[in-house]
Nanobody, 119 residues
Framework: QVQLVESGGGLVQPGGSLRLSCAASGITISTYFMKWYRQAPGKERELVASTTTTGITNYADSVKGRFTISRDNAKNTVDLQMNTLKPEDTAVYLC?????????????WGQGTQVTVSS
């Protein structure tokens, strides 16, 4: 059974930092494209950051220079370091693992962790 479990969310003041972690079981993340999404109330799900199997990273313009995604294949985890947080970063953050598999997609999601940026 595949599980992605996010942790590290919480309440933080504007300008603060949080580090989210996604722990995977049932899959080996080294073979997966790993992504962090976020979804705020009343808004569409937004891709925040991604990392390929070779460690190439990509970021949404809204978080470039503030967020860093990193994977640890030995621990089977992917983290999202979030600095200089803003109220507009408030959302549920979700971890996603995806890979192509013989014409289909293996696509797994975590339950999400709430991040609230407020004074």
């Amino acid at each position: 059974q595949v599980q992605l479990v996010e942790s590290g969310g919480g309440l933080v003041q504007p300008g603060g930092s949080l580090r989210l972690s996604c722990a995977a079981s049932g899959i080996t993340i080294s073979t997966y494209f790993m992504k962090w999404y976020r979804q705020a109330p009343g808004k569409e799900r937004e891709l925040v950051a991604s990392t390929t199997t070779t460690g190439i990273t990509n970021y949404a313009d809204s978080v470039k220079g503030r967020f860093t995604i990193s994977r640890d294949n030995a621990k089977n985890t992917v983290d999202l370091q979030m600095n200089t947080l803003k109220p507009e970063d408030t959302a549920v953050y979700l971890c996603n693992a995806v890979r192509a598999n013989w014409g289909a997609w293996d696509d797994f999601w975590g339950q999400g962790t709430q991040v609230t940026v407020s004074s």
